[in-house]
C-alpha cells in the first residue's frame, strides 16, 4: 500500500501542473513515509499467559490416595535453574546480557525455547556444551531432565503452588535438591560466589549455623534487606520449600 502511494506521488509531480508550494508538500511527505519502516508482527509458538496450578507434593501419599501430579512448574523447578546457573550478574542477566541472551524470566527464556520441540530449543540444547562455562558450577542431569521434560509438556508458563512435602526435611530428603536447584549456579562449587559454598552436607551446615539469621531473613525476603541480598535471585521461593529449610534447621539439620 505505501508503495503504490509513493508511486501516486510521484505521477502527480510528473502529470500536473502544481505551485511551488505544492511541490514541497508532495515531497516532503513522500520523504517522511520512505524513512519509515515497516511494522514486524512478532508471532510466537508459546502463550505468555501464566497458568497458576495447585499440584499435590512430590511423593506419593498411599494413605489418601493421591496421585502425583507430574507437570513440571516454571516457577519453582525450571527459571530457578535459569537464574541461578545462566543469568547472574555478568552473564545473562537484564543488565549484562552477554551476546544478546537474558535467562531471567519467562519472556527471556522463551526466546531459546521451542514448545515441544527439544532438539529446536536451542537454550537447552547448548547446556553442558558450551554453557554455563566449563569453569562454572553445572546442571546436573536431573536438571536437564527436568527441562526437557517442561519442554516436552508444551513450556508452559506454570506457576504451582503446593509443590512440597513439608514433613520431609532431612538434607537428601529435600535440602539438597532445593540449595542445588535455586543455589546451585552461584554457590554449587567452591569457593562459591562471596565464599559461600552450599555444594555439600558439611560446608551447607556450618555456613547456616554460622549465619543463621542472615540466611532465613535472605530466603524470606526480608523487606529490610538490600534486593541483591535476597536469594535465591530468581525470586522468592514457595512457602513450603522456606518451611523445609527452616524445619531442617529447627530439628539439628538432619542428613
Not at 149 to 160: P, R, V
Not at 216 to 245: E, F, H, T, W
Request: with cysteine.
Amino acid at each position: 500500500m505505501r508503495s503504490l502511494f509513493k508511486l501516486y506521488l510521484c505521477n502527480e509531480l510528473i502529470e500536473m501542473r502544481l505551485t511551488p508550494k505544492y511541490i514541497f508538500f508532495f515531497l516532503a511527505t513522500f520523504l517522511l513515509m520512505s524513512c519509515q519502516h515497516d511494522i514486524i508482527n512478532v508471532s510466537s509458538n508459546y502463550s505468555k499467559d501464566t497458568i497458576f496450578v495447585v499440584t499435590p507434593p512430590t511423593g506419593s501419599n498411599p494413605s489418601t490416595g493421591t496421585t502425583v501430579s507430574d507437570t513440571v512448574c516454571f516457577n519453582t523447578e525450571i527459571l530457578p535453574l535459569y537464574v541461578s546457573y545462566c543469568g547472574s550478574a555478568g552473564c545473562h542477566d537484564v543488565a549484562s546480557h552477554r551476546e544478546g541472551v537474558i535467562t531471567t524470566s519467562y519472556a527471556y527464556i522463551m526466546q531459546g525455547i521451542r514448545a515441544n520441540n527439544v532438539s529446536k530449543s536451542e537454550y537447552y540444547t547448548i547446556i553442558g556444551d558450551d554453557m554455563p562455562p566449563r569453569s562454572s558450577p553445572q546442571m546436573t542431569a536431573a536438571h536437564l531432565a527436568s527441562i526437557k521434560k517442561w519442554i516436552e509438556q508444551g513450556a508452559l508458563n506454570t506457576n504451582c503452588t503446593n509443590v512440597c512435602d513439608t514433613t520431609v526435611f532431612t538434607y537428601t530428603g529435600a535440602i539438597q535438591t532445593i540449595l542445588s536447584n535455586n543455589c546451585g549456579g552461584c554457590h554449587g562449587s567452591k569457593p562459591g560466589s562471596a565464599n559461600i559454598y552450599l555444594g555439600d552436607y558439611a560446608s551447607t551446615k556450618a555456613y547456616v549455623t554460622a549465619n543463621k539469621s542472615i540466611f532465613i531473613n535472605s530466603i524470606n525476603y526480608l523487606p529490610s534487606l538490600a534486593v541483591s541480598k535476597r536469594m535465591p535471585p530468581a525470586g522468592k521461593m514457595v512457602d513450603c520449600k522456606i518451611l523445609q529449610i527452616q524445619k531442617w534447621i529447627d530439628n539439628g539439620y538432619p542428613q
